[in-house]
């Protein structure tokens, strides 16, 4: 084939691939009849995955270039007479009859990525001398009990020997800390064995294998929003034009999964507890709407459950992974919130066949998770370490939400809503319709302190009247001169008339 992969190359692997068979068969280099080498050797002649090679010949075989013949191999077959179907080669998408086009879809990925520029922009004011910056997304880490690490290290080398760290762990995992996960799950009611969990670096990992995964097999992705900027940025990174599915303070508004009705399968991505950013569980009902829609759409929910352990207050809603059954669900979580992002351990849960065929991805990401970080976790969970700092991180947070929403009752001006979290610390508020958060962020940084507006939290940047509030790692007084200085930057924005925003995002142009 004359054909080595382009690891720069900006495009997806089996977008290269399938390019690459196309410009041959056009240029009459591979004729009618013309058989392709066998996926296993294909792929290790490129050192990609099957599935990478499997996706390249399937979108060439929709389009009529290539034929399978089971037991034969694929052989390659120009289209029929009267299709005009082409390849186009510098867009991930295929460009078939009634589908937006690559030029419109380039021209969307452009707008959406020079917005994100222009905000991101913005950032470079948070270096302001004694900025008070109410929008933390990292755990406090004077919660952690001091020697903490050094601690469950010594334990991790007294009981379980320093063998096993000295190697590679196994893709899925140590087993024993597969097994303490398990358990952990079984007395939440969610009964999964070792063999359903995968360990990872992190819950962001966790994504990125779903991302390439959800590529190899051809499926839509669709991102609740708004949300964790850094999910859009790992399903981007892997080529995806990712599907919004804007929510409320409830959750997904369910309606606006009818443009999906279309039988192609679908990822959604999803926090029902205590949802970053804004605080709030997802509703009972539409709970169910959503589990029952991915079992009738061949279509599953990737469930991130990152700030479970850190619930205060108030009934832990039923698991959405149990909802929807492990065949229709994957759960993502780790300790980086709940504990310490450093320590960069996760882990992601489905079905053995989910499971099973997504090793090799792992495998190939990063061959296994550090097995010493792997120790640590698991020492901290068989020690109880873990419960006491979660009774401590508790505690801790439930203070500074308590003080957050005093300050606010007290400084904040009519007309300005928040969420109230029963966990985590992340919380919504809204400013009347027609005045901007950016606006906000503007005069608040010029008073001293810091918020995150909306638009930052959505890939389409909508949701300019609101911005996200971040007390974790703040003191009371920080948190109550924060507030009070933010109030006084509202008061001042709301002595304007409301207007047109100037920013009102894509709005699901797709």
Same mark, same amino acid.
């Given at each position: 084939? $004359? !054909? ?6 900006? *495009?997806?692997?089996?977008? #290269?691939?399938? =390019?690459? %068979?196309?410009? @041959? ?77 690559? $030029? !419109? ?6 707008? *959406?990525?020079?917005?994100? #520029?222009?905000? =991101?922009? %913005?950032?470079? @004011? ?385």
């Amino acid at each position: 084939m $004359d !054909f080595k992969i382009d690891r720069n190359d900006k *495009r997806p692997l089996y977008i #290269q691939i399938r =390019d690459h %068979l196309y410009k @041959l068969i056009k240029s009459g280099k591979l004729k009618d009849g013309d058989r392709l080498p066998s996926v296993i050797g294909f792929a290790k002649e490129l050192g990609v995955t099957q599935a990478t090679i499997n996706k390249a010949l399937e979108e060439l075989s929709e389009q009529g270039w290539v034929t399978a013949h089971v037991g034969r191999g694929t052989f390659v077959s120009s289209p029929k007479s009267g299709n005009k179907n082409t390849i186009n080669s510098t867009t991930n998408r295929t460009f078939l009859p009634g589908q937006p086009s690559p $030029d !419109f879809i380039h021209a969307a990925r452009r707008l *959406r990525m020079g917005i994100a #520029q222009s905000l =991101d922009s %913005l950032d470079t @004011l948070l270096n302001k001398p004694g900025l008070i910056k109410l929008f933390s997304g990292v755990p406090d880490p004077s919660i952690a009990e001091p020697g903490i690490l050094e601690k469950m290290t010594s334990h991790a080398f007294k009981k379980y020997g320093q063998n096993i760290y000295q190697n590679y762990a196994p893709p899925m995992g140590l087993l024993a800390l597969r097994e303490v996960i398990a358990e952990r799950y079984k007395k939440q009611g969610i009964r999964v064995s070792p063999e359903q969990i995968i360990i990872t670096s992190g819950s962001q990992q966790a994504v990125s294998i779903i991302s390439q995964e959800a590529l190899d097999c051809n499926r839509r992705v669709i991102c609740e929003t708004p949300s964790f900027r850094g999910i859009f940025n790992a399903f981007g990174a892997i080529g995806h034009w990712v599907e919004t599915l804007p929510r409320d303070i409830e959750g997904p508004v369910i309606s606006n999964l009818n443009k999906f009705n279309d039988g192609k399968s679908s990822v959604i991505y999803l926090g029902p507890e205590l949802h970053n950013p804004m605080g709030t569980d997802i509703a009972h009902e539409r709970a169910i709407a959503l589990s029952d829609w991915v079992q009738s759409n061949n279509s599953y929910l990737l469930v991130d459950e990152i700030f479970k352990d850190l619930r205060f207050e108030g009934d832990t809603p039923k698991s959405m992974f149990s909802m929807a059954g492990a065949e229709n669900a994957v759960l993502i979580s780790s300790l980086s919130k709940a504990f310490m992002c450093g320590l960069r351990v996760g882990w992601m849960i489905s079905s053995r066949e989910r499971i099973q065929s997504i090793i090799s991805l792992k495998r190939a990401i990063d061959i296994s998770c550090p097995p010493l970080m792997q120790g640590i976790v698991l020492s901290l969970l068989k020690t109880g370490e873990y419960d006491n700092h979660l009774h401590r991180a508790r505690k801790h947070y439930r203070a500074r939400r308590d003080a957050t929403i005093e300050a606010l009752e007290h400084f904040m001006p009519d007309g300005v809503k928040w969420t109230v979290p029963h966990g985590g610390f992340h919380m919504w508020c809204e400013l009347p319709q027609g005045y901007s958060s950016i606006a906000l962020f503007l005069l608040a940084v010029n008073k001293g302190v810091a918020i995150m507006p909306g638009p930052k939290f959505d890939l389409d940047h909508r949701y300019i009247n609101a911005f996200n509030i971040g007390y974790g790692s703040l003191n009371t007084d920080q948190i109550q001169e924060g507030v009070k200085l933010l109030a006084d930057a509202v008061k001042e924005l709301l002595k304007q008339p409301p207007a047109d925003t100037g920013l009102s995002g894509l709005g699901g142009i797709m």
